[in-house]
């Protein structure tokens, strides 16, 4: 595996979106690993596709109960309301409450092709969201309520 430099705002990379995953072949399952161990070692709960510069739908997740990869997901549901305070690797010392559905459910595929459902509450569902938006090429302060800090 290899860490790969993660992009940050102002990078046009980031206002972009992302093209749909055809090929699950050798590259994507090295994408999705250095995605992880880039995550890991920047203390990152969730790191998007075009954060290592890639236009990939691609995201991976770990909220503290086990890594979850997304390979072209979708939110299929959402209900309630949160408003927490969020952070991103592209964004470093930059922090900004921001309203999110308190659940979600999203679908998407793994490395192999193979769908599957996740359902998240709370930090995993804002994590989902802010990680899907940055597929759709947008970063987490156009959605800041408030001031950023930092």
């Known amino acids: 595996m290899a860490l790969r430099k993660i ?7 980031l206002n972009k979106k992302c093209r749909k995953i055809e090929n699950f072949d050798e590259k994507l399952s090295t994408l999705i690993d250095d995605m992880f161990d880039t995550m890991y070692e920047a203390n990152g709960v969730g790191l998007a596709a075009p ?8 995201v991976v997740i770990d909220c503290g109960d086990g890594p979850i990869e ?10 309630g309301e949160q408003m927490e ?4 690797l592209s964004v470093p010392g930059k922090y900004g409450v921001c309203k999110r559905p308190a659940k979600v459910q999203v679908k998407a595929q793994d490395r192999t092709g193979k769908w599957h ?14 990680e899907l938006d940055h597929l759709e090429g947008i ?3 156009s959605k800041v309520i408030g001031k950023l800090e930092g």
């Open 7 to 13: 992009v940050e705002m102002g990078d046009p990379v």
């Open 51 to 58: 954060q290592v510069g890639m236009l990939k739908r691609v």
């Open 139 to 141: 970063l987490f302060v």
């Open 70 to 79: 997304l390979v072209n997901p979708e939110i299929t549901m959402s209900e």
């Open 117 to 130: 459902i996740y359902t998240g509450e709370e930090l995993k569902a804002r994590c989902f969201c802010h």
């Open 85 to 88: 305070t969020e952070g991103c």
